[in-house]
């Protein structure tokens, strides 16, 4: 189901099994050859990744620079960096944004 190889630090996959399935996020830490940590910056923060096996995720070949360059130079990234790169990838993070309105 992973399509791409491995994923690396920055890369912006869709969720395909658990209770946020179908949500996009951004890969924050390797942890082995099957399992990463992954944020979104909105219902999971930076300061609690979830752990998935990536054969229950999409890799979409999206890197964001920001995201990697945050954590090479601090080893930390803000929950916004993460809202704006799956945000900018074009699948809003949450339907909070969208509901609100008049």
Do not use: C, W
């Not at 969720?15 to 910056?41: C, M, N, P, Q, T």
């Not at 999971?44 to 920001?66: A, C, M, T, V, Y």
């Not at 360059?69 to 900018?88: H, Q």
């Amino acid at each position: 189901m992973n399509t791409g190889g491995s994923p690396q630090i920055g890369q912006l996959v869709r969720i395909l099994k658990g209770k946020d399935a179908g949500e996009i996020a951004v890969v924050i830490a390797v942890v082995d050859s099957r399992f990463v940590y992954i944020a979104d910056g909105d219902k999971r923060k930076f300061d609690g990744p979830k752990k998935k096996n990536i054969q229950h995720l999409e890799l979409i070949p999206f890197i964001s620079s920001e995201i990697v360059n945050s954590l090479e130079e601090t080893g930390r990234v803000t929950n916004g960096k993460l809202r704006f790169a799956v945000t900018k990838y074009g699948a809003p993070a949450g339907k909070s944004a969208n509901e609100k309105g008049d």
